[in-house]
């Protein structure tokens, strides 16, 4: 997907004025170029081509007229307009008064909710020897959204180009939303963005921009990097203007700004809005959908995942960030990397759900499954905060190439093994069972988050690395919470990789929920099933069941029960058989010859093959870019 250019629209110009101050000339006079002898009561509307404008963009000039138009019809013309140009003669006071007692004040009443930019046009200069600036600008300070002004005379030409030039620059490259007039200086929103902008092209995080990070910048705004001059030149502007906007030969945010807030004042609108608009922004300083939400069908039976290089952004973005090289975020660190965001990309209910240290912080492997469970499970978000965080700023035209789609589901089962990364296993068991705990215990580390889970509550998700015969594995426990066995399940609870069903064993009735449930959903279905004895630090009892745990697997053909305890010291072993289960859906036709050892060894042998056949085909392509 590309993003959509802001540009490329059709600006529509509106003249408007008392009668008489020379409308009709202008556009006659733009369109011939030369002045017209004859001069109808109204122009037809114009449509210049946009590979005629200086923007490249098409534009339409429309004329009012007052002897051939009604008010209702005037009003429609002004709602209608991108700009409306408000034409006095600088030789008529009566034209200028009009300008605040009539003019601006319809021009706001038929744009109530957005301001409409004006440009006030000067005619007939060639009639005086003095110019009307000087009265204009106190204009200019009354209403806010009044562009510019200009002086130009249809008679001798003088700067009629011009003048529609900056009605389209008025529409394209506004100054309202990004400079306060009144206040001489940058509006906080533009400030905001700026300040963002300046965050992620500040690679090395030291609250400056060098010599690279500054070309860096520059070849992604404009396609070209700054010459050495013309970088000691800005640098000895910023060193004359202000006391701190170079700092060790570099460039501070407070430079940044003020370089902007230079370029504005100069009237280079274009070159904040150019800078604005490659980061995403939209004319009301807002990140535009299209940026943010780039469009990526998933068939059904397909997932998504982080690829190669959206994890190689991740990395990269977290070792920035981990400024003391802990592997973990502190608190301040965590708020720092997401600074460039308007909230954090998650709560502080992620210490109960991946892998923290004894502190709670997040490590890079918790960190790295908290953006796989995201993009697993709510891919606009990812893209969303990927855009936030600057993917899609230096090589990525956008977050496309961030994530890719798994194949479908069908064909990992024809190909007897799964090429994802991330695998969903769904824990469901009676309440008491111990499945919380066992979901709890698969991330369990130093951290005591017993004071978060009272804050936020039980999260209904757990995320960890799990190793399946060499290749690390994601592997994501979602606690399903039936309270009946009679409850039906919904589809989205049933369907995963695997299926985790536990029960404890110091219960009696444990066990005949699980059953039920296996019988019911998982019986027919081509879904992975393991059934996980809790509590196997506890006595075992007889089970009130038609079947005894061992023989109810063994009557439908699914691995004996796996015992467990959170006291155990094999207790990840069950961690690693889901995984691989999942990462191998057939197992389930495999009945119970699935206990014997040499069937998961014949499997990893297999994934192994897949692993060392592609080192392979590196090691050649390699070696032939060597020859080459």
Not at 75 to 81: D, G, S, W
Request: some cysteine; overall charge negative.
């Amino acid at each position: 997907m590309v993003v959509k250019n802001p540009l490329k629209r059709t600006v529509r110009i509106l003249l408007v004025g008392d009668s008489g101050v020379g409308k009709t000339s202008l556009i006659l006079s733009l369109v011939s170029e030369e002045f017209p002898e004859n001069v109808p009561a109204k122009a037809e509307e114009i449509t210049i081509p946009a590979d005629v404008t200086p923007e490249q963009v098409p534009t339409n000039i429309v004329d009012y007229s007052s002897a051939d138009q009604t008010d209702a019809e005037l009003n429609e013309q002004i709602k209608r307009a991108s700009v409306v140009c408000i034409v006095y003669a600088v030789d008529d006071d009566d034209s200028i008064d009009r300008i605040t007692s009539y003019w601006m004040p319809l021009i706001r009443q038929n744009h109530p909710d957005k301001p409409c930019p004006v440009v006030l046009v000067g005619n007939k200069i060639d009639l005086v020897e003095y110019s009307t600036i000087d009265g204009i600008f106190e204009i200019m300070e009354e209403f806010s959204e009044i562009e510019t002004c200009i002086e130009c005379s249809s008679k001798t030409l003088k700067n009629i180009s011009e003048m529609f030039y900056y009605a389209q620059k008025a529409v394209l490259h506004p100054t309202a939303p990004i400079y306060s007039v009144e206040k001489g200086d940058l509006t906080e929103a533009c400030k905001n963005a700026l300040m963002r902008i300046f965050k992620i092209c500040d690679v090395d995080c030291d609250g400056l921009l060098n010599d690279i990070e500054l070309n860096n910048f520059q070849s992604r705004c404009f396609n070209a990097p700054l010459q050495p001059q013309v970088l000691d030149d800005v640098k000895a502007v910023l060193r004359k203007n202000m006391e701190d906007g170079v700092c060790q030969n570099c460039v501070t945010m407070k430079g940044f700004l003020y370089l902007h807030s230079l370029f504005i004042q100069r009237g280079r609108n274009e070159t904040t809005w150019t800078v604005l608009r490659k980061f995403g922004y939209n004319d009301n300083l807002n990140m535009s959908r299209e940026y943010l939400f780039p469009s990526l069908k998933v068939p059904s039976g397909c997932t998504t995942e982080l690829s190669h290089r959206g994890n190689q952004f991740l990395t990269h973005l977290f070792e920035r960030y981990d400024k003391d090289r802990d592997k973990s975020l502190s608190p301040v660190e965590f708020e720092e990397l997401f600074s460039t965001c308007p909230t954090p990309a998650w709560g502080p209910d992620v210490s109960a759900m991946v892998p923290t240290n004894d502190k709670g912080w997040i490590t890079y492997q918790g960190y790295m499954c908290q953006w796989a469970l995201m993009t697993l499970v709510d891919l606009p978000r990812t893209f969303e905060y990927l855009a936030y965080l600057g993917y899609n700023i230096y090589e990525n035209e956008n977050q496309l190439t961030a994530v890719q789609v798994t194949r479908e589901k069908k064909l990992d089962l024809a190909k007897k093994q799964s090429s994802r990364n991330v695998y969903q296993c769904h824990v469901i068991g009676p309440t008491g069972a111990g499945k919380s705990s066992f979901c709890r215990n698969f991330i369990k580390s130093a951290f005591d988050s017993k004071n978060v889970l009272e804050k936020t509550g039980t999260p209904n998700c757990t995320v960890n690395f799990v190793q399946v015969y060499g290749q690390e594995k994601i592997l994501v426990l979602r606690d399903i919470n039936v309270r009946n066995v009679s409850d039906p399940l919904l589809p989205h609870e049933v369907q995963c990789d695997v299926a985790c069903l536990v029960y404890d064993i110091n219960n009696e009735k444990s066990f005949e929920y699980i059953a039920r449930i296996y019988i019911k959903y998982f019986a027919e279905s081509k879904i992975p099933v393991l059934i996980v004895a809790c509590k196997d630090d506890l006595d075992e009892v007889r089970q009130e069941y038609l079947l005894q745990p061992a023989s109810f697997c063994q009557k439908y053909k699914i691995l004996p029960p796996q015992r467990y305890s959170i006291k155990g010291h094999h207790k990840r072993d069950v961690f690693v058989k889901l995984a691989t289960m999942a990462a191998f859906p057939n197992f389930r036709e495999f009945g119970v010859i699935t206990s014997d050892s040499t069937v998961w060894w014949k499997a990893g042998l297999s994934l192994a093959a897949v692993t060392a056949l592609g080192l392979l085909v590196a090691r050649v392509l390699h070696t032939s870019d060597k020859v080459r």
